[in-house]
């Protein structure tokens, strides 16, 4: 299987994401008591499999990014609770939507939904999730937050309408694909703080910078651990993207750097579907040998930069700080 990378250092980044939990903790009990309330249904099912969500556990970055957000913008009403919620249910469809997709087994460590109530039962929920979470905006009462998160909510079903496994992938193909997948919604999540509170577009913009790149981050570590990574921190089997054929950084960079016999490996195996036993191992040897892993990750310090330069317009203080650290977590994180 190869030799586990360590993409971080000794410290624990678990640490750098706390403040920001502290600071959002008693909204988001609320999130929790909304989701709850608003999974309720005669259909026994959804309140079965939305409590199945929240008891698998899981970051909650993307709520506690508007939460933060309209705190740091100086909101003082509910709206931003509600519109948290949307967040989280927009972010579960697409979580319950993607493993049907991708026939995954493992969801945050525990089985996943489709393995215990079907891929239909899944499917359908998730698309009740959306439901509500667009009622919700709409409750709200906010012209602008509606129409930033639901032109998220088209994105990412987008990036997940691609063309078969293209080995010839570029970077700029790659970074199109995972900014309408996961930075998309980090960026609405962030922005909608600063819309609901009224606040200049100067701010508006720049969150939405702050959490588009702060997503671009994420999700080039998630790529990253999935060929270094431990299968019992990631909450999915190591190589997942791999068996799967995704095109994603680690291989763009391996493949581009390779020569014709490496560059026949990734075509038969991602291209064609032709893995084999020791397949695994030989890309991760590949990945490593063309210093892959290290150079994704350098990728993801550098939009993690980006994101702390555009918290640079807000006054310091705790949210400001929390929410810088959080760009450390993202990056530094071991799943």
């Known amino acids: 299987m190869g030799v586990v990378v360590k993409l971080s250092g000794p410290r624990d980044p678990s640490a750098s994401l706390a403040p920001l939990v502290a600071l959002v903790e008693e909204d988001m009990a609320h999130v929790n008591r909304i989701i709850l309330d608003r999974a309720r249904s005669n259909v026994d099912l959804i309140p079965e499999l939305a409590r199945h969500l929240i008891n698998s556990g899981g970051k909650r970055l993307r709520p506690m990014l508007t ?28 979580l319950l939507h993607d493993d049907v ?20 039962a899944s499917v359908l929920v998730g698309d009740y999730l959306l439901g ?4 919700m905006m709409v409750d709200v009462g906010s012209l602008g937050a509606l129409r930033i998160l639901s032109d998220a909510a088209r994105s990412s079903p987008r990036a997940r309408c691609s063309s078969p496994p293209n080995t010839e992938t570029t970077e700029d193909d790659y970074l ?10 980090f960026a609405a999540a962030a922005e909608v703080g600063a819309v609901i509170a009224e606040r200049p577009k100067s701010e508006a913009a720049a969150l939405r910078s702050y959490g588009r790149n702060l997503g671009l981050a994420f999700q080039l570590v998630d790529d990253a651990l999935d060929y270094s990574g431990e299968q019992s921190t990631l909450g999915k089997s190591v190589g ?5 054929g995704k095109i994603t950084l680690p291989v763009v960079l391996s493949y581009r750097r390779g020569n014709k016999e490496e560059r026949a490996f990734w075509e038969r195996t991602l291209k064609e579907g032709q ?8 890309a991760i040897e590949l ?4 210093t892959a892993l290290a150079d994704t990750m350098e990728r993801a310090r550098h939009y993690g930069a980006i994101a702390r330069d555009a918290l640079a317009i807000f006054p310091d ?12 977590f993202s990056v530094d994180r071991p799943f």
């Open 101 to 120: 997709v991708d026939e995954s087994s493992l969801r945050r460590g525990k089985i996943a939904a489709r393995l215990l109530w079907g891929n239909e």
């Open 176 to 185: 199109a694909v995972i900014d309408a997948k996961t930075a998309a919604l």
């Open 275 to 282: 893995v084999g036993g020791d397949d695994l191992a030989k």
């Open 317 to 328: 203080g705790p949210i400001k700080s929390a929410l810088q650290d959080a760009i450390e």
């Open 67 to 94: 939460i933060a957000a309209a705190k740091l913008c100086g909101y003082e009403g509910d709206g931003h609770v509600r519109l948290a919620s949307s967040v989280e249910f927009m972010h579960t469809a697409t």
């Open 287 to 290: 990945i490593a040998q063309h």
């Open 132 to 135: 509500q979470a667009f009622k």
């Open 240 to 244: 997942d993207d791999f068996r799967d």
